[in-house]
Structures are given as structure tokens and as C-alpha cells.
């Protein structure tokens, strides 16, 4: 708590020598340096968690005064770099050998230097050495980052006892996704194999390309991966003389943003400009080039079900079922009336339906549906936390690159193609047919051992007692017909998926071998059976 105090001493410090009240109380500072710069400087001084959040800033210059929105920019790859020497040191003792061994050429000038690490440019030995980044960790950032984190928890435990709504706010479990998000940045080691799993996820795609990392130069404070060649997101001007096509590079952008989400369920979650480049050899269908993978994002396979359906709920304009989904998914109480919900979604959801991106603020909109959802008190899930920072990125560089994007037009057919592939029957027997020879082995024994329990008498797992013994054995009796339509139903589901897996894909029709489409159709005669 001392330690807590010190740095809450400090920040109040910063920023009475920068003159920053003003930016809240409207009163001029006597400072003569311009407010935007002032701001960056002092988050600059308080260190890596400012930083990034004056990095999340950036992007947003709808929400920002442009010369703020301007300046702050500078966060994203213009941080005072730390000394050349001190890299150069960091480097060979990570890596074990003198600098000239390791680089056929090593640059001493940083390419770009970031609240975390610096990156300088370099060539591998060997004819036809590729060009390569050579990426640093700052030295001491771990101490630095533990004292900011420790003020985190600090008011975060402070809100868990004073705030009338924490309990469904959760400071706590809120602070600690960003604490994992902020340690998983100083393993360079994982960023590496992030930045392996998105390339395996996108190579030969024509929207977007990964660099290749070697290994053999990589460590958790030292990465060494292919340098890409390519134009900042911010070159607007240069892009238009050129002749680029906007509308292909935003819709390009909203593509892989759901695709990585939805599709790989792993998304890089850090979409700020000093992080991607743009590929214009082809003006007319541009690309992306990823830069940073420090921190990516996954989700349970119940959340991306529950968002997939209401994101398609959404485009849709059904409210209903939105609210219904809340209510399923436990993000508000069950005891809601969906109704109620449902009509409190429309007034926030329905005024920006067919407008372009350029008429609707994601930041406006998303404050608006928490001052709805904390009426029906919403419970916030804090694994999402880091799709909704993502999400109004991949919104703030959408507006800067083409105003008139179509959010919705763009990421509605990707969401529906998702949910028919997910639910399509090839996808189902392919389930079944990797849980095919548990199920085989585990369904006879639960079901002998259910029945010899019975007959001798004794109480099942449930707690069936002797006296209710009569009773059950009636009803198993009666209901001796649906069981044999669920076991037959059961076997028909287990052939079809066997049959899909052996059977060449040449003879599929519609996704499937004929032999599945009859086992298919006797399980739904069978099940029909046992209503």
C-alpha cells in the first residue's frame, strides 16, 4: 500500500508539472507547450502501462481533439529509445556470441522504439542473408511494470470494497486479464510462436502476411524475425497519389479481424497503426503486414458461440433474441424480464442501423448499451475485455482508412458463413467421429453396470434408493420403445460418422458419402420414433 501511495504520489506529480489539469477543468495551463504534446510526454515519463493506454488512445480520433489524437500517435513507435549499447549487450549475452558472429550487418540507429522494447535492423550471414528486426527488451521494464500493476490491484481492491456495483463491474478480475495481457508482452519467446500460429493460420492468404521468426536467435528478451517492407497505416496521403483502394483495405481489415476471431478463435488484440504495414504493390487489392504480436486474444468455446449469435442477431435487428442470449449466456440475471431487455437494446441499436462508419461512434455506442445493460445489471465478463479494446481498434483504423465502410455489410456474411460451417452435418459427424470409439467403449459398460445395480437393488449415482426400485422399473418398462429408438438413433449417428471417415472424398455428395446421408436419415426416423 505504501509502495501504491508513492506512485499515486508520483502520477499527481507528472501531472501538475505538465499542466495537465486543464484538460479536465477547461482552465488555460501557463504551460506554453501544446496540451497534445505535454500529455504524451508525461505518459511517457509514467512509464509502460500509460503508454499503452495513451497507444489505445491514438486510434480513436473521433473521440479525441485532433492535436491530441495527432501527438498521442507518437506512442505507437516513437518512444526516446534507450541506449545502443545496452541493446547491443542485451543481445550477445542472450544469445551466447560476439554481435559480428550472430549479423552479417547490425544497425546501430533503432528502427522504431516502443514502451516495451526497441527494434533495431540487421542482415543474417550467409549468401543471400535475409534482412531481418532484431527485437530488445527494455532493460529493467519488469520492475517498472510490477509497481504499476501493484496500483492497479491497489484501486481495484479499493473499488471492490466502496463501489456500490462491483460486484458486477469486477475490478478485480478485470485487472488481472490486463495483468496477464501486460506479462505475456515481456516473453518475446511467446510472441515468437504467436506470431508462428497466425502465420500457419494466414499463410497464402492474399489479405494478410506474417513474418517468418528464427528461432535459433530468439530468446524471452531477444527476438529476431524476417523484416518487412511495407507503408505505415497512417501514409494516407501517399496512399491516395498512388491510387489505393480504401474500400478494399477496410473491408480487408474487418475480414480478418472476425475471421481470426470467429474462424482461428486467435486474434491479435494490440491493432494499433506503429503495429501494421500496408503492402500497396497492388493498389487496387492491398494488403496487410502484421508487426507485433505481444498480445493475442482467444476465447472459450461457449463465448464465441454466444457472440457469434449475437453478433448475427445484431445485423438481423433481432433484439429478442439478443436478450434471450444475455439471459442464456448468465451476463445478466436469469430473473430479467427479456421483454424489458429486448426493448432496451432496440432504442440503443436501432438509430445507427444504415449509417456509414463515418455516422456512427462504436465508443458512443458501446457506452450507451453498458448505461442500458447496467439497468439490468449486466454483469461484465472481463475475458472479453480485450475483444472490445480490439473491436473499437479495428473501428478507429477503419474510419481513418475509409469513412464509408459498411461495418455491418462487411462482417455479416463472414459471420453467417461461420455458423452454417459450424453447424453443418460434416462438421458434426466429424465430432462424433473423433469421440466415436470413446463413446463405443464407454456406453455398454455405464449401461451393464447401471443394470446390475438395479437388479441387485442398490442406489444408483443419483441416489435412487431400494423403495423407489418398483417405480423406476415401471417406467423402464414403459419406456422400453424410446430406447430402442435412442440406442438405434445413437448407432445410426456413430455409422455415418465411421462411414465419413473412411469413406474417399470423391464419392461425397453435398459434404458427406451416400452411406451417411441413409444412416443420417434412419437416426431422424429412429429419434422421431421416440417422441
Given at each position: 500500500?505504501i509502495?501504491?501511495?508513492?506512485?499515486?504520489?508520483?502520477?499527481?506529480?507528472v501531472?501538475r508539472?505538465?499542466?495537465?489539469?486543464?484538460?479536465w477543468?477547461?482552465r488555460p495551463?501557463?504551460?506554453p507547450?501544446?496540451?497534445?504534446?505535454?500529455?504524451r510526454?508525461?505518459?511517457e515519463?509514467?512509464?509502460?502501462?500509460?503508454?499503452?493506454?495513451?497507444?489505445?488512445?491514438?486510434?480513436?480520433?473521433?473521440?479525441?481533439?485532433?492535436d491530441?489524437?495527432?501527438?498521442?500517435?507518437?506512442?505507437?513507435?516513437?518512444?526516446?529509445?534507450?541506449?545502443?549499447?545496452?541493446?547491443?549487450?542485451?543481445?550477445?549475452?542472450?544469445?551466447g556470441k560476439p554481435?559480428?558472429e550472430?549479423?552479417?550487418?547490425?544497425?546501430?540507429?533503432?528502427?522504431?522504439?516502443?514502451?516495451?522494447?526497441q527494434?533495431?535492423?540487421?542482415?543474417?550471414?550467409?549468401e543471400?542473408?535475409m534482412?531481418?528486426?532484431?527485437k530488445v527488451?527494455?532493460?529493467?521494464?519488469?520492475?517498472?511494470?510490477?509497481?504499476?500493476?501493484?496500483?492497479?490491484?491497489?484501486?481495484a481492491a479499493?473499488?471492490?470494497?466502496?463501489?456500490?456495483?462491483?460486484?458486477?463491474?469486477?475490478?478485480?478480475?478485470?485487472?488481472?486479464?490486463?495483468?496477464?495481457a501486460?506479462?505475456?508482452?515481456?516473453?518475446?519467446m511467446?510472441?515468437?510462436?504467436?506470431?508462428?500460429?497466425?502465420?500457419?493460420?494466414?499463410?497464402?492468404s492474399e489479405?494478410i502476411y506474417?513474418?517468418?521468426?528464427f528461432?535459433?536467435?530468439?530468446r524471452?528478451?531477444?527476438?529476431?524475425?524476417?523484416?518487412l517492407y511495407?507503408?505505415?497505416?497512417?501514409?494516407l496521403?501517399?496512399?491516395?497519389?498512388?491510387?489505393?483502394?480504401?474500400?478494399?483495405?477496410?473491408?480487408?481489415?474487418?475480414?480478418i479481424?472476425?475471421?481470426?476471431v470467429?474462424?482461428?478463435?486467435f486474434?491479435h488484440?494490440?491493432?494499433?497503426?506503429?503495429n501494421?504495414?500496408?503492402?500497396i504493390?497492388?493498389?487496387?487489392?492491398?494488403?496487410?503486414?502484421?508487426?507485433?504480436?505481444g498480445?493475442?486474444?482467444?476465447?472459450?468455446?461457449q463465448?464465441?458461440?454466444?457472440?457469434?449469435?449475437n453478433?448475427?442477431?445484431?445485423?438481423n435487428?433481432?433484439?429478442?433474441?439478443?436478450?434471450?442470449?444475455?439471459?442464456?449466456?448468465?451476463?445478466?440475471?436469469?430473473?430479467?424480464?427479456?421483454?424489458d431487455?429486448?426493448?432496451?437494446i432496440?432504442?440503443?441499436?436501432e438509430?445507427?442501423?444504415?449509417?456509414?462508419?463515418k455516422?456512427?461512434?462504436?465508443g458512443f455506442?458501446?457506452l450507451?448499451l453498458f448505461?442500458?445493460?447496467?439497468r439490468?445489471?449486466?454483469?461484465?465478463?472481463?475475458?472479453?475485455v480485450?475483444?472490445?479494446k480490439?473491436?473499437?481498434?479495428?473501428?478507429?483504423?477503419?474510419?481513418?482508412?475509409?469513412?464509408d465502410?459498411d461495418l455491418?455489410?462487411?462482417?455479416k456474411?463472414?459471420?453467417?458463413d461461420?455458423?452454417?460451417k459450424?453447424?453443418?452435418?460434416?462438421?458434426?459427424?466429424?465430432?462424433l467421429?473423433s469421440?466415436?470409439?470413446?463413446?463405443a467403449?464407454?456406453l455398454p459398460?455405464?449401461?451393464?453396470?447401471?443394470?446390475?445395480?438395479?437388479?441387485?437393488?442398490?442406489?444408483?449415482?443419483?441416489?435412487v434408493?431400494?423403495?423407489?426400485?418398483?417405480?423406476?422399473?415401471?417406467?423402464?418398462?414403459?419406456?422400453?420403445?424410446?430406447?430402442?429408438?435412442?440406442?438405434?438413433?445413437t448407432?445410426s449417428l456413430?455409422?455415418?460418422?465411421?462411414?465419413?471417415?473412411?469413406?474417399?472424398?470423391s464419392?461425397?455428395?453435398?459434404?458427406?458419402?451416400?452411406?451417411?446421408?441413409?444412416?443420417?436419415?434412419?437416426?431422424?426416423?429412429?429419434?422421431?420414433?421416440?417422441r
Open positions: 500500500m509502495g501504491s501511495a508513492a506512485r499515486l504520489w508520483r502520477i499527481h506529480s501531472i508539472r505538465h499542466g495537465l489539469s486543464e484538460l477543468n477547461g495551463s501557463s504551460d507547450r501544446p496540451r497534445g504534446e505535454r500529455l510526454l508525461a505518459l515519463e509514467l512509464g509502460t502501462v500509460f503508454i499503452k493506454f495513451g497507444q489505445a488512445l491514438s486510434t480513436r480520433p473521433d473521440v479525441l481533439p485532433p491530441i489524437a495527432l501527438e498521442l500517435a507518437k506512442l505507437q513507435d516513437q518512444i526516446p529509445p534507450f541506449a545502443t549499447d545496452t541493446a547491443k549487450a542485451l543481445i550477445e549475452e542472450a544469445l554481435l559480428a550472430l549479423f552479417a550487418r547490425f544497425d546501430d540507429a533503432p528502427l522504431a522504439s516502443a514502451s516495451i522494447a527494434v533495431h535492423t540487421a542482415k543474417l550471414h550467409g543471400g542473408g534482412d531481418v528486426i532484431v527488451l527494455r532493460p529493467g521494464i519488469e520492475a517498472t511494470m510490477a509497481k504499476d500493476i501493484a496500483l492497479l490491484h491497489t484501486l479499493l473499488a471492490e470494497r466502496f463501489h456500490p456495483e462491483a460486484h458486477r463491474i469486477q475490478p478485480k478480475a478485470i485487472v488481472a486479464e490486463y495483468e496477464k501486460l506479462w505475456d508482452e515481456l516473453d518475446l511467446r510472441e515468437a510462436a504467436n506470431c508462428g500460429q497466425l502465420r500457419r493460420n494466414w499463410l497464402g489479405l506474417h513474418p517468418l521468426v528461432w535459433d536467435f530468439t524471452p528478451n531477444v527476438m529476431v524475425q524476417e523484416r511495407g507503408h505505415s497505416v497512417r501514409e496521403e501517399h496512399f491516395r497519389s498512388q491510387g489505393v483502394d480504401f474500400a478494399v483495405l477496410a473491408e480487408r481489415g474487418v475480414e479481424f472476425f475471421k481470426q470467429f474462424r482461428d478463435n486474434f488484440a494490440d491493432m494499433h497503426p506503429g501494421i504495414f500496408v503492402n504493390d497492388n493498389p487496387k487489392k492491398p494488403s496487410y503486414l502484421a508487426l507485433d504480436f498480445v493475442v486474444g482467444q476465447l472459450t468455446a463465448d464465441q458461440r454466444y457472440l457469434a449469435e453478433f448475427l442477431a445484431f445485423f435487428r433481432d433484439y429478442k433474441r439478443i436478450a434471450e442470449l444475455h439471459v442464456e449466456s448468465g451476463w445478466i440475471p436469469a430473473s430479467t424480464r427479456v421483454e431487455f429486448e426493448s432496451a432496440r432504442t440503443v441499436c438509430p445507427i442501423f444504415g449509417k456509414p462508419i455516422e456512427i461512434s462504436f455506442f458501446l450507451r448505461q442500458i445493460a447496467r439490468f445489471k449486466y454483469q461484465v465478463q472481463p475475458q472479453l480485450l475483444l472490445q480490439t473491436l473499437l481498434q479495428v473501428e478507429g483504423l477503419g474510419r481513418q482508412l475509409y469513412p465502410l455491418w455489410k462487411s462482417a456474411p463472414i459471420m453467417e461461420w455458423m452454417r459450424r453447424y453443418a452435418p460434416a462438421t458434426a459427424l466429424s465430432k467421429r469421440q466415436a470409439p470413446a463413446l467403449e464407454t459398460l455405464l449401461a451393464e453396470n447401471a443394470l446390475k445395480r438395479l437388479e441387485r437393488g442398490e442406489p444408483l449415482g443419483g441416489g434408493s431400494p423403495r423407489e426400485l418398483a417405480q423406476l422399473k415401471t417406467e423402464l418398462l414403459a419406456s422400453q420403445r424410446k430406447t430402442r429408438g435412442v440406442v438405434l438413433a448407432g456413430i455409422a455415418a460418422a465411421l462411414l465419413y471417415g473412411y469413406a474417399p472424398s464419392s461425397h455428395w453435398l459434404g458427406l458419402p451416400p452411406a451417411s446421408w441413409l444412416c443420417l436419415l434412419l437416426a431422424m426416423i429412429s429419434a422421431w420414433r421416440t
